[in-house]
C-alpha cells in the first residue's frame, strides 16, 4: 500500500494481513495530497537501477545499479545502503529491456536531461517500477562520470545556457567498478560525523556527501524512507572484490554520533554477505 503521489518510500508499507492493510491505508492516505492510494503485489525480486541521458531526443545508456538493501521491520520497505555498478544483469536482458524502454523515452517526448528507471528482477525479466525524468542530475553523476569520462552536469550546463551538447557515443555502461555506499542512521540528532575527511582523502573515493547538517533529529518516523540516510560516499575500484573490500572499510570507519554519544550509523551488515546472494 502506498500513496499515489509520493517518493523516498514515505507511506509505503508491505501488508501480511488485514490489520496491516488498515494501518498502512491511513498512513498512506495522510500523506497523499490528492488522497489517493496505490494498492499493488508486493514485488519479491532483487532491486536495480538504470541510468539514461538525452540529447535532442535521443537516449543514451549511462550505467546500471544493483541495489543493495537491508529490511529493519517486516512491515517496512526495504532500505538501500548501497549500488554497485555493474550490476550482475545479463546483457541480453539489459538490451531487452532498454528497447522497450528507449521506445517509451520516444513516444513521451523525452528531449534532454537524464531519466533514472527503477526495477525489479525477476525469474521472468526486468520489470519497470518508476521512472525519474529531471534536468537537474542525480547523486550518480559522479559514478558516470568516473566510469565513463562523461560529465552529465556539464552537459546540461551548456543545453541550460544554449552551446552544443557534447555526448559521446562511446559511453560505456559496463567500464569499471562502482559504488554509492548509502549510511542509514538510527533516530537521535546528529551531534557530529567523524572520519569524513580522512575517507575523503583516499584516491577511490570521488564524492562524500552529507546529507544533514549537525543538529538535525532523525524521527522514528523517518525510519523506512529515504530520510533516514545520513551519508552517502561515491568510490571506484578495478575489480568487484576490491570494490566490495573498500565499501567494508569505509562503512567500518564511518562514525555519526548522536548528542548522547552513542552510534547513530548502522553498520551491522556485511556488503560481501549481501551481495553473494545476488544472481545472475
Not at 135 to 144: A, D, G, N, R, Y
Request: glycine letters at 6%; a neutral charge; one cysteine or more.
Amino acid at each position: 500500500v502506498k500513496p499515489s503521489d509520493s517518493a523516498a518510500s514515505i507511506g509505503v508499507k508491505i501488508c501480511y494481513n488485514y490489520e496491516d492493510f488498515q494501518e498502512g491505508y491511513r498512513n498512506a492516505l495522510k500523506v497523499s495530497k490528492s488522497k489517493k492510494i496505490i494498492i499493488e503485489k508486493c514485488a519479491a525480486g532483487r532491486e536495480a537501477t538504470f541510468f539514461y541521458y538525452f540529447c535532442d531526443g535521443i537516449a543514451y545508456f549511462t550505467a546500471y545499479a544493483d541495489k543493495i538493501t537491508i529490511k529493519q521491520l517486516k512491515s517496512d520497505t526495504p532500505m538501500p545502503v548501497g549500488y554497485i555498478f555493474p550490476g550482475k544483469i545479463q546483457q541480453e536482458e539489459i538490451k531487452k529491456f532498454n528497447t522497450s524502454l528507449f521506445r517509451l523515452f520516444k513516444n513521451e517526448g523525452f528531449k534532454n536531461g537524464m531519466a533514472f528507471a527503477q526495477t525489479f528482477i525477476e525469474k521472468d525479466g526486468i520489470y519497470l517500477c518508476e521512472i525519474g525524468y529531471r534536468l537537474t542530475p542525480s547523486f550518480e553523476t559522479f559514478v558516470i562520470s568516473a566510469l565513463n569520462n562523461f560529465n552529465p552536469i556539464k552537459e546540461m550546463i551548456k543545453y541550460s545556457i544554449g552551446q552544443e551538447q557534447d555526448v559521446s557515443t562511446n559511453v560505456n555502461p559496463y567500464k569499471g567498478y562502482a559504488a554509492n555506499i548509502t549510511i542509514l542512521l538510527k533516530p537521535g540528532i546528529i551531534k557530529s560525523y567523524e572520519n569524513t575527511d580522512k575517507i575523503e582523502q583516499l584516491p577511490y573515493v570521488q564524492k562524500v556527501l552529507k546529507t544533514w547538517e549537525v543538529g538535525h533529529t532523525i524521527e522514528k518516523a523517518h525510519i523506512g524512507t529515504l530520510s533516514q540516510v545520513g551519508l552517502r560516499v561515491i568510490i571506484t575500484a578495478d575489480s568487484e572484490d576490491e570494490l566490495l573490500n573498500r565499501m567494508e572499510l569505509i562503512k567500518d570507519n564511518i562514525s555519526i554520533k548522536n548528542t548522547d554519544d552513542t552510534e547513530m550509523a548502522i553498520k551491522d551488515y556485511s556488503y560481501r554477505q549481501l551481495y553473494q546472494n545476488f544472481k545472475l
